[in-house]
């Protein structure tokens, strides 16, 4: 059963130590409204926009020129209202009081929900500008909005734009830049009613921060106020209903949403997978025999155009020497395999750009088909009862999918929900159960070598393991489940450019982030086997790896090398020569076993050191029995 | 779970309501936490809501509020009382 004060579990959260934190211009507004993607424009600086809530859980920082000076801008995670619900909004409030200006964004076509909290802060005293974004929706959806009332109804300047197009921008920057800081534009810095004959104050008296039971009566006044603006401003003409309306009642119906829901899922791994391959090989096709084969694909690369001038330099170097180990690695039958050898130019190349790249760039893709389009959201809703019965939230599933990609930035979308149990839950989860892009093309491209059977095998255990971790701790940590209570955007169609930009701040950070550290690992590994150093270790971990687990001791260096990057490491079981068996529960414990070290910092840093450490305590026992089960049963 | 002091056969809870049925939120029962939430996404008093689905097994329950989706969990839903006709 389920009971639930939603939020109020946060409020007991601990008390973080405030940083300061100058800046300028704050954005500030509702999840959702569009912030990220007028702080793009504003600065130039390229920021991660999608459409549903809770996309930026930490804030962005740029600059931004205007008459010859620089101003810091700085794009604050939604909040809903000043009183903050969830971490995320807590930074938000933070932000505003270091602020010198804010731009309030708000939803032109939801105006009655967006106002109370634009009263709220005007009351904070602080220069500020309204920005009255998704002006071309309104326009769209009949909605009329008479900006230049609304201006002198607030008492500060209020300019309609279109951030995804960058209308109207312009005219925001000059009405930002002509705010003076420390002053307000309507005269009433002392907070007072101002006297202006055409001005009323907003929402006079009574600031944030007062006591809750004046609070909760200015919070009545403020629902009134906004009530008689929005009257006062705001004209609806009657809306004729368009598909993408049709599409969002069927995609929300009991019956046809589940339905759409599955064929959805279904749709995007089938295009992860179509993509992926086809970058790889030139391959057209799903599963079985392909139905179309091009001379493309980053094999082609490798094999044709780098495999020639790599013998001359293996001839050159003479197999065997520590120089053709380090750069070329071990010859396979005398000659180069690029998944096997194991060199810096060999493996160590194809490993990032050969397989993963090709299937991070298509994962990205269909993900951030998935984020623009506002299909997710409606994800969460339906798999909120399913997510509710093993202790989750239906809102889970988005730093669940993120994390499909990498697990970094999943654990960090973990702060979109509320309770620190979810929280904990979520990310744990994550880092034990949710092979990430770079591992899942490994699995693909080493496991996939013996047919999909095996390849399904890894994926179905790997989601038990989710499923029964979730349901032990559903039944062992008895608290409070909140319950969903989420906006639905509409549907909007992806635009080229929001795509290509998110498409370029991922990969271009899997390029500066993961590479460095894979051509690390491949060193350390080449170096720790010249020194013959494993064998000691092997031998410490003996009666797991082999007697539990049922894998040759030399399995443990790949577990190891995991500890820096997954890919490699699944890499490393190839020259292994191991069972069918084998390399299934390879997979698994290697996918569980020890999170990267870049998902191991996060982790910490996002549960605490004693959440991370129950954590990973979870993982060495999951993982201890998952490898001994699979060894049982296959 | 029962509303506490309802009155007339016109006043249903929010679970209650059929698919495409539309009322007027006539009280939200809960602490202020709840309150204040279900206000920032327009559910309040006085409110125009039609009911857009309810999802099986006591999945949430959509509604249109200003024009815009909100899904509530079942057990808030259950909080909501709305007058409808």
Not at chain 1, 330 to 356: A, H, K, N, Y
């Amino acid at each position: 059963m389920r009971t639930s004060v939603a939020g109020e579990s946060t409020r007991s959260a601990e008390q973080r130590p405030r940083k300061h934190l100058e800046n300028d211009i704050l954005l500030v507004g509702q999840p959702n409204v569009g912030k990220s993607v007028l702080f793009s424009h504003l600065t130039g600086v390229r920021t991660i926009a999608s459409n549903y809530p809770g996309t930026t859980v930490s804030f962005a920082m740029g600059r931004m020129r205007g008459k010859g000076s620089t101003l810091i801008v700085m794009d604050a995670p939604g909040t809903y209202s000043l009183e903050p619900l969830d971490e995320a909004a807590r930074v938000t409030v933070d932000l505003i009081d270091d602020a010198k200006r804010i731009i309030n964004v708000v939803d032109s076509t939801h105006l009655e929900r967006h106002l109370p909290m634009t009263l709220e802060l005007i009351a904070q005293n602080k220069p500020m500008v309204v920005a009255l974004n998704m002006s071309d929706e309104a326009r769209h959806k009949g909605i009329g909005i008479d900006v230049e009332k609304l201006s002198v109804e607030l008492g500060v300047p209020v300019v309609a734009i279109a951030a995804r197009s960058g209308e109207g921008v312009k005219h925001l920057i000059d009405a930002c830049l002509d705010l003076r800081p420390g002053h307000r534009p309507s005269g009433n810095e002392s907070g007072h009613p101002g006297h202006h004959p055409h001005i009323q104050h907003p929402f006079p008296a009574g600031r944030s921060g007062a006591a809750p039971e004046h609070a909760h009566l200015d919070r009545d006044r403020i629902w009134r106020r906004v009530g008689e603006l929005v009257e006062r401003v705001q004209t609806l003409e009657h809306h004729h209903h368009t598909f993408a309306d049709r599409l969002e009642e069927l995609s929300i119906h009991p019956l046809w949403g589940s339905l759409f829901a599955l064929v959805v899922i279904a749709l995007s791994f089938s295009l992860v997978r179509l993509i992926g391959e086809f970058l790889i090989t030139g391959a057209v096709g799903i599963v079985g025999k392909p139905w179309l084969e091009l001379p493309f694909g980053t094999e082609l690369l490798f094999e044709k155009i780098l495999q020639p001038p790599l013998i001359r330099l293996s001839g050159l170097l003479g197999p065997g020497s520590f120089p053709h180990r380090l750069l070329i690695g071990t010859l396979v039958e005398g000659r180069i395999d690029f998944m096997q050898s194991f060199g810096i130019l060999t493996s160590g190349l194809f490993i990032p750009i050969g397989v993963v790249l090709p299937y991070l760039l298509s994962f990205y893709f269909v993900l951030s088909l998935l984020e623009d389009s506002g299909y997710l959201p409606r994800l969460a809703v339906f798999l909120d009862n399913f997510m509710h019965r093993i202790g989750l939230h239906g809102y889970a599933i988005i730093p669940t999918l993120l994390g499909l990609g990498c697990n970094v930035p999943g654990i960090m979308a973990t702060r979109i929900l509320e309770s620190r149990r979810q929280r904990f839950v979520t990310a744990s989860l994550i880092s034990i159960a949710v092979p990430c892009a770079a591992l899942q093309a490994m699995i693909i491209g080493l496991v996939g070598r013996r047919g999909i059977g095996p390849v399904l095998v890894v994926y179905g255990t790997l989601f038990v393991v989710w499923l029964l971790i979730s349901l032990v701790l559903r039944f062992t940590t008895r608290e409070f489940q909140p319950e969903l209570l989420v906006e639905i955007p509409p549907y909007r169609l992806p635009t080229a450019r929001a795509l290509a930009t998110k498409m370029w701040l991922r990969i271009s950070g899997f390029v500066r982030e993961a590479l460095p550290i894979i051509l690390t690992a491949i060193v350390a590994v080449n170096v720790l086997y010249q020194l013959n150093l494993f064998t000691y270790v092997a031998r410490f971990a003996e009666p797991v790896v082999t007697r539990v687990w049922g894998m040759p001791s030399e399995a443990v260096v790949p577990l190891l090398v995991g500890i820096l990057r997954k890919d490699v490491a699944l890499g490393l079981f190839a020259p292994l020569e191991l069972t069918g068996k084998q390399l299934i529960i390879g997979s698994v414990v290697l996918a569980m076993f020890f999170p990267c070290i870049a998902t191991f910092v996060v982790l910490f840093r996002e549960l605490g050191f004693k959440g991370g450490l129950k954590s990973i305590g979870i993982m060495l026992l999951a993982v201890f029995l998952t490898g001994g089960a699979l060894n049982l049963i296959l | 779970m029962l509303w506490r002091g309802r009155t007339t056969n016109m006043e249903k809870l929010l679970t209650e309501l059929n698919p495409g049925e539309q009322g007027t939120v006539v009280a939200v029962q809960g602490g202020r936490g709840i309150q204040a939430r279900l206000r920032t996404l327009g559910l309040a008093e006085g409110q125009t809501i039609r009911k857009v689905s309810a999802l099986a097994w006591g999945g949430p329950v959509v509604v249109e509020v200003n024009r815009t989706q909100v899904a509530i969990g079942r057990g808030m839903a259950r909080k909501i009382l709305v007058r409808c006709g």
